[in-house]
């Protein structure tokens, strides 16, 4: 079973960026789907982003799409969440995890990290 930690969180203003890293420990991370989910407070755990096993599928959620990217390198164990032009509305804890497919279903996923805080002021 594959471990995940998240790192890349923080303070920034609106209009500003951050890059998220999702490392997992253990053997064949290319095996897996990785998705990023977040979670503000008082609301339920939202579908982000995913990416497929080799990143030929990358879907996204309405509300994120043209101002995410995320990425993928499967030599350093790592899934990157590029995040633009931040909204107060994108406050929240990010998580990463993993799965058999790039799903925007939580149900989907097995292995979750512990998530990071992404906080942006307006």
């Known amino acids: 079973q594959v471990q995940l930690g998240e790192s890349g969180g923080g303070l920034v203003q609106a209009g500003g960026s951050l890059r998220l890293s999702c490392l997992a420990s253990?053997?064949?991370?290319?095996?897996?789907?990785i998705g990023w989910f977040r979670q503000a407070p008082g609301k339920e755990r939202e579908f982000v982003a995913a990416i497929s096993r080799y990143g030929g599928n990358t879907p996204y959620a309405d509300s994120v799409k043209g101002r995410f990217a995320i990425s993928r390198d499967n030599a350093k164990n790592t899934v990157y969440l590029h995040m633009n032009s931040l909204k107060p509305e994108d406050t929240a804890v990010y998580y990463c995890?993993?799965?058999?497919?790039?799903?925007?279903?939580?149900?989907?996923?097995?292995?979750w990290g512990q998530g990071t805080q992404v906080t942006v002021s307006s």
């Open positions: 995890t993993a799965g058999g497919i790039a799903s925007s279903r939580s149900s989907d996923y097995a292995s």
């Open positions: 253990g053997r064949a991370f290319s095996s897996y789907a």
